[in-house]
């Protein structure tokens, strides 16, 4: 089985799609997607997919136990508000820390 990706846009108002193997030749596709729709081509939501054959397991990270991924691999990345900064040094980011919110 051979990586393939799909190139999904809206022309006319009707969905389309084409399926290229070979990433450089999908870029193009779009690429000249694009190109058509500055010259005044009624297409949007021009976007490109795929699903790479190669990977070794699922994208992400379904589940935690005792801090380890199922591949046993350390995980301990957590997810923070915007625009704080958790165990940071404030001297080396120029932030004062009254600025923060």
């Given amino acids: 089985m051979k990586t393939t990706y799909k190139i999904y ?3 006319d108002g009707v969905c ?3 399926t290229e193997t070979d990433m450089g030749l999908a870029l193009k596709v779009t690429e000249d997607l694009r190109r058509f729709r500055r010259g005044g081509a ?3 939501h021009i976007t490109m997919v795929s699903e790479n054959v190669d990977m ?5 990270v379904d589940s935690i136990v005792d801090g380890k991924t199922p591949a046993g691999d350390l995980y301990d990345w957590k997810k923070n508000r915007a625009g704080r900064f958790k165990n940071a040094d404030m001297t080396k980011i120029h932030i004062k820390p009254d600025e923060q919110t």
Avoid: L, M
């Avoid at 070794?56 to 992400?60: F, L, T």
């Fill in 9 to 11: 846009y809206t022309e």
């Fill in 42 to 44: 009624n297409i949007t």
């Fill in 16 to 18: 389309k799609s084409e």
């Fill in 56 to 60: 070794v397991g699922e994208q992400g």
